[in-house]
């Protein structure tokens, strides 16, 4: 089985991405595992710390080493905005593959000291874990919002991804180039899309040379995520989108079969529904648009 950094190193030199895709559920794992499968790409799930303390941290780990082994498939786990050491550590040592350790609503300075201090720690207890830092402001909840938050002054700049790369060693970073957590009203409806600062994303990456990560990229017009990815996004989170046909599933389902009650009746709808929404955005993420230079 290919590493995960492996992996990353693979999307980079071909100008593709790695689809990033949070479960909540066995459902959208089930989901996420399936549509990876078809597809034959590698895969990502994750599990933000609500999304973990409902599934459980060393369950949810054991649940995608058991599918990582026996279909010797290359799904791997990260622990998505992470907000305190302990809850670093625990998942690391629960043999999640990726941690995500988001300070990044601190000012620039303490961010970089705290995550500094998280890679350290977290390598020294796991050498082959990546660490993931955030910088800028990307609002927050993976959910349905009235309006739009003001992002323009939490954009990233590409000198502050520089130093905050080289400062705390993180092996991937998640900067704020008009993404966006969650999707507006008139985004689930489908009359609006998000869009990105693609020339911020090709000058972060030319200054600070490192695996990128989009977050909250659910809702963003596809055309976009190419000239994104093209310009040096390595790994693209959707969850919004996951979360909205998890959603549209189940009330379709029940819509169907009012009267059933039998779970793994009603829930192969769901897992479907999730199904299509992932297997269409991990098809544009492995088209490559053009070739690009690969990190280093
Ligand atoms: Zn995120």
Known sequence: MQTLRKILEQAEANAVAIGHFNISDLVTLKAVFEAARDLNVPVVVGASEGERQFLGVRQVSELVKSLREDYDFPIFLNADHTHSLPSAIEAAKAGFDWIVFDVSTLPFEQNVRQTKAAVETLKALRPDILVEGEIGDIGSGSEIHDAAPDLQKGLTTPGEAKQFVEETGVDTLAPAVGNMHGMLKSMVAGNTKKRLDIERISAIKAEARIFMTLHGA??????????????????????????????????????????????????PQVVDSVKQVVAARLALFSTGRRARPAVQ
């Open 218 to 267: 659910s809702g963003t017009d596809d055309d976009d995520l190419r000239e994104a990815i093209a310009a040096g996004m390595t790994v693209v989170h959707i969850n919004t989108e996951v979360r909205l046909a998890w959603r549209r599933g189940f009330d379709a389902a029940l819509a169907k079969q009012p009267d059933e009650i039998v779970p793994y009746k009603l829930l």
